[in-house]
């Protein structure tokens, strides 16, 4: 199955931070593909990507980066797909410098921005952008909605 949504990562290191998408995917059963590739590192492969995931069938991107935190608006620039900025929790600033790059986009080049290390909210707002032309999806995304309302009243019983 093609890929509706392609996860970015700006490193490796940022694995584990993303995975929290991989798993709000896996569970609404979304097909995605995710790869690492690094706006300063490897700029070429990146404007490769961008400008051939529209015609690879991709819907969605979600970028996590950290530190400098270009990559989703240098994947932006090179789409018109939506893009949605994960920035990446940093040592030196704690991720304030991550948030503010992505969040910070000039005018005409949107990236959507979720919260520092907010890959779970990035994967659901992607699904909720699919979900706008499939009905399926839609349900799906109410019963999750009812499953977290569910275990959001049941801690009461905690107090």
Same mark, same amino acid.
């Given at each position: 199955m093609k890929p509706v949504v392609s996860i970015i990562m700006g490193s490796i290191s940022d694995k584990d931070v993303m995975s929290k998408a991989?798993?709000?995917?896996?569970?609404?059963?979304?097909?995605?593909?995710?790869?690492?590739? !690094?706006?300063?590192?490897?700029?070429?492969?990146?404007?490769?990507? !961008?400008?051939?995931?529209?015609?690879?069938?991709?819907?969605?991107?979600?970028?996590?980066?950290?530190?400098?935190?270009?990559?989703?608006?240098?994947?932006?620039?090179?789409?018109?797909?939506?893009?949605?900025?994960?920035?990446?929790?940093?040592? !030196?600033?704690?991720?304030?410098?991550s948030l503010l790059s992505i969040v910070q986009m000039p005018s005409g080049i949107p990236v959507a921005t979720v919260a520092i290390n907010g890959s779970a909210n990035a994967a659901l707002l992607a699904i909720e952008m699919l979900a706008l032309s499939d009905n399926s999806l839609q349900k799906k995304l109410l019963e999750y909605r009812e499953k977290i309302k569910k275990i959001s009243l049941e801690s009461n019983k905690e107090l």
């Open positions: 991989f798993e709000i995917l896996d569970d609404f059963n979304i097909s995605y593909e995710k790869k690492v590739m !690094s706006a300063h590192r490897a700029p070429e492969e990146v404007a490769n990507f !961008s400008k051939s995931a529209i015609n690879a069938g991709v819907k969605v991107i979600i970028a996590g980066a950290g530190g400098a935190a270009h990559l989703p608006g240098v994947i932006a620039s090179m789409t018109v797909l939506p893009v949605i900025g994960v920035p990446i929790l940093g040592k !030196s600033t704690a991720g304030v410098d």
